[in-house]
T-cell receptor, first 114, second 116 residues
């Protein structure tokens, strides 16, 4: 079945540091890929998505590129801020025709210190 | 109010209680979802409703009973829960929960449930 593997963390960085959170997936067909973010005490918010190979999703300085050859969708940001502290989830959907089913990774807790 | 709202935000209940969680979406979507988020586990899809019809029950115990009276509202009725059911219950909606096409799900803030 489908699965998403992401680095579990926690990840602790200083402000303005470079961020990478790795995500790899296993799926049939051609899934869409997502990064969701969960701030403390809140639900999940869509951060960015990519729907086909080589697409780059971007939002709020975050980027991720859909790499079919390596089945990866790593999240990056060049300079993190304290306000980026949250849990980040990688997810996929659309595999095998089940377009509404999201399969999530376990989440990565990011803490950014001033 | 916009987006997806959930009430209550926090709920503490005993194992013999009956309670209900409510979700409302103001996005004009046709599909709604219940997820369970437990500590150190991936989000688990529980139920899917598409155009008010239940299209997915992911082997959820019968002590959880969903209800979708219309495309904007979704309930989760709780009865004789166990302590291991304590978790964050998230509601989500999307334009269409059917096959074909890619769809983004929008989440509510969740209900933090504690079963004593």
């Amino acid at each position: 079945g489908d699965s998403v593997t992401q680095m579990e963390g926690p990840v602790t960085l200083s402000e303005e540091a470079f961020l990478t959170i790795n995500c790899t997936y296993t799926a049939t067909g051609y899934p869409s890929l997502f990064w969701y973010v969960q701030y403390p005490g809140e639900g999940l918010q869509l951060l960015l998505k990519a729907t086909k190979a080589d697409d780059k999703g971007s939002n709020k300085g975050f980027e991720a590129t859909y790499r079919k050859e390596t089945t990866s969708f790593h999240l990056e940001k060049g300079s993190v801020q304290v306000s980026d502290s949250a849990v980040y989830f990688c997810a996929l959907s659309g595999s095998g025709g089940s377009n509404y089913k999201l399969t999530f990774g376990k989440g990565t807790l990011l803490t950014v210190n001033p | 109010e916009t987006g997806v709202t959930q009430t209550p935000r926090h709920l503490v209940m005993g194992m013999t209680n009956k309670k209900s969680l409510k979700c409302e979406q103001h996005l004009g979507h046709n599909a709604m979802y219940w997820y369970k988020q437990s500590a150190k586990k991936p989000l688990e899809l529980m139920f899917v409703y598409n155009f008010k019809e239940q299209t997915e029950n992911n082997s959820v115990p019968s002590r959880f009973s969903p209800e979708c009276p219309n495309s904007s509202h979704l309930f989760l009725h709780l009865h004789t829960l166990q302590p291991e059911d304590s978790a964050l219950y998230l509601c989500a909606s999307s334009q269409d929960g059917g096959e074909g096409g890619t769809d983004t799900q929008y989440f509510g803030p969740g209900t933090r449930l504690t079963v004593l």
